[in-house]
C-alpha cells in the first residue's frame, strides 16, 4: 500500500516542475517607458484637442451669427434710406409738374385773368393748390439704431454709426425746414379762401393768381423741386458710404428696399371705409328707444297743449 502512495508524489513532483518550467519560459509583455510617455501624451493632446474643437466650433459659430447680425442691422438702416430718397425722387417730379403749371398761370395777364372759363381753370389750380405732401420717414429704423447700444456694438464700425447718425440728423432737419415751406404755402392758400372779401377779383382762382405771396410761393416751385433733387442724392451718397463702410453691395441695399415695398398679395381687397357706411336710421326703426321717444313726444306734446291753452 506504501508504493502506489511514492508514485504520486513523484508525479506531483514532476507536474511542479514541468509548470515551473512553462512560468520560466512564458515570455512577459512590457512598454517601455518612451511608449507609456508617448500614450499619455496622446490622450492628453485628445482631450486637449476635443476641447479646443467644441469651444472653436462654438465661437465660429457665434461669430457667424454675429456678422450675420450685423448685417441685417446694416441692411435696415440702408434700406430705410433708400426708400426714403425714393419718396424724395417722386415728390421731386410731382413738383416739376406743378413748377410747369405755374410758370404758365404767372405768365397770364392779371387783368385778363377773369375772362378765362372757370371751368378751363379750376383743374389746373387744384393741382397747384392740393396735394403737396409733408416730408416723413420711417422712424423704426432709426429708433432701433440710435437707442439700442447692443446694435452699436456688434456693428464695430464706428465711421459707419457716425455715417448713419450724420444721415439721419440730415433727414429730420430737412423734414422740419420742408414742413415750415408747406405750411406756409397753405397759410397763403387759406387766407385767400378764408377771407375772399379782402383780395380782388370775381373768382377764386383770380384771387389766389392777383395775390402777392401766393405768386411767390408758387414761383418757388421750381426752388423747391431742386432743392428735393439735391437732398435724394445727398441720401443716396451717403448710404452709399456707408454700405462700403461695411463691405456692402449697394444692390443688396437697393433690392432690401424693394422687397419693404413689395405688396404681400392676400386674398380679398383692403377693407374701405366707404365699404361700412349704412343709410341713417329712420325714426321708425329705432324700437330700443320706442319709449324713451314716446315719452319725450307727451312731453313735448303736454308743453304745446298748456302754451296753447
Not at 389746373?124 to 456694438?153: M, P, R, Y
Request: glycine fraction near 2%; aromatic fraction near 8%; charged fraction near 30%.
Amino acid at each position: 500500500m506504501k508504493k502506489p502512495a511514492a508514485k504520486k508524489k513523484k508525479n506531483a513532483v514532476k507536474e511542479e516542475t514541468t509548470s515551473t518550467a512553462q512560468k520560466k519560459t512564458t515570455p512577459k509583455f512590457r512598454i517601455s517607458p518612451r511608449l507609456r510617455n508617448w500614450i499619455r501624451e496622446s490622450q492628453f493632446l485628445a482631450t486637449t484637442l476635443s476641447i479646443i474643437l467644441t469651444f472653436g466650433t462654438t465661437l465660429l459659430v457665434e461669430h457667424c451669427q454675429r456678422v450675420k447680425d450685423r448685417k441685417l442691422s446694416a441692411m435696415m438702416v440702408m434700406g430705410n434710406i433708400e426708400t426714403f430718397s425714393r419718396k424724395v425722387d417722386d415728390m421731386a417730379q410731382s413738383m416739376a409738374r406743378r413748377d410747369s403749371i405755374a410758370t404758365w398761370m404767372l405768365s397770364l395777364p392779371q387783368d385778363s385773368l377773369d375772362f378765362i372759363p372757370a371751368s378751363e381753370m379750376v383743374d389746373l389750380i387744384n393741382e397747384v393748390v392740393a396735394g403737396i405732401e409733408f416730408l416723413t420717414h420711417d422712424k423704426t429704423a432709426e429708433s432701433i439704431f440710435s437707442s439700442n447700444i447692443e446694435t452699436w456694438k456688434n456693428m464695430q464700425k464706428f465711421q459707419f454709426i457716425d455715417n448713419v447718425g450724420s444721415c439721419f440728423s440730415e433727414m429730420n432737419a430737412d423734414e422740419n425746414y420742408w414742413k415750415e415751406w408747406v405750411e406756409g404755402f397753405e397759410a397763403a392758400v387759406n387766407d385767400v379762401l378764408e377771407h375772399p372779401d379782402e383780395h380782388p377779383g370775381e373768382r377764386t382762382v383770380t384771387k389766389l393768381l392777383r395775390n402777392v405771396v401766393f405768386r411767390q410761393k408758387i414761383e418757388s416751385f421750381h426752388v423747391r423741386q431742386s432743392w428735393l433733387k439735391y437732398i435724394s442724392a445727398k441720401y443716396r451718397y451717403l448710404n452709399q458710404r456707408s454700405a462700403r463702410m461695411m463691405d456692402i453691395d449697394y444692390q443688396e441695399a437697393e433690392d432690401f428696399a424693394d422687397e419693404r415695398l413689395k405688396e404681400v398679395e392676400i386674398n380679398g381687397t383692403e377693407p374701405m371705409q366707404s365699404d361700412f357706411r349704412t343709410k341713417p336710421l329712420d325714426v321708425n326703426s329705432l324700437n330700443t328707444l320706442r319709449p324713451t321717444i314716446q315719452h319725450i313726444d307727451s312731453i313735448i306734446h303736454n308743453k304745446k297743449g298748456k302754451t296753447d291753452d
